[in-house]
């Protein structure tokens, strides 16, 4: 009898212990809200995929939402750009008094684009802190700004603009109501100057400010 009583008070203390280690938080809503907000993004990337230049994309990106998981975004961004180790090594062999021409370099782009969250989630941060996220899928249009060598002694450019589309991913990770950061793969398409179609890949990091 003693042995069955101490054996219901072990399982009641047990009970009670799994019971407050069971003990989770459900929340029901989001905690960041994006419909009908405005987000202003200014981020700087790099375009590493261009064999005779290596551009460095500093632009904005403007999003108003219409849902939380619908946007609609105006972009817009200027190439900074140095030579590659292959132009610098061509530009070196033709030093001897002919003229080397890279055929194209990107300018600057800007379009207007369409933003899908499917996925919104959070995970641990040390045990003690949820972080929350967005992956987000973009596709849209615009154009493509570049200069183009004219093959004339002294290095002469001429200025082209093209349609461009481009088709991207990305992560906005949340750290205030107000603020977030957005990491973003972006690939335009556009038809070169040379024949065929010029695919620059563009890798980039913004801040987000969410404006009500």
Do not use: C
Not at 118 to 137: C, E, R, S, Y
Not at 138 to 146: D, E, F, L, Q
Not at 175 to 200: C, K, M, Q, T
Request: aromatic letters at 16%.
């Amino acid at each position: 009898s003693a042995l069955a009583q101490e054996k219901g008070m072990l399982d009641k203390y047990m009970d009670k212990y799994w019971a407050e280690k069971r003990d989770v938080r459900v929340i029901q809503k989001r905690l960041y809200q994006k419909d009908g907000r405005i987000e202003l993004t200014p981020f700087f990337g790099m375009v590493p995929n261009d064999e005779f230049n290596l551009y460095f994309p500093t632009g904005l990106r403007a999003s108003y939402f219409i849902s939380e998981d619908i946007a609609i975004e105006l972009f817009g961004s200027y190439m900074f750009h140095k030579d590659s180790d292959l132009a610098s090594f061509i530009y070196d062999s033709y030093d001897g008094g002919l003229e080397a021409h890279i055929p194209q370099r990107l300018w600057w782009t800007a379009g207007l684009e369409g933003l899908w969250s499917p996925i919104h989630g959070k995970f641990g941060v040390f045990t003690t802190k949820l972080a929350h996220f967005d992956w987000f899928l973009a596709i849209g249009v615009g154009a493509m700004a570049t200069e183009v060598s004219t093959q004339e002694v002294g290095g002469k450019t001429d200025k082209k603009y093209d349609v461009a589309g481009n088709v991207g991913t990305g992560l906005r990770l949340f750290v205030l109501d107000w603020l977030a950061l957005r990491l973003e793969y972006r690939n335009y398409i556009f038809a070169a100057e040379a024949g065929g179609v010029s695919h620059p890949v563009e890798l980039s990091l913004g801040v987000s400010f969410f404006v009500n």
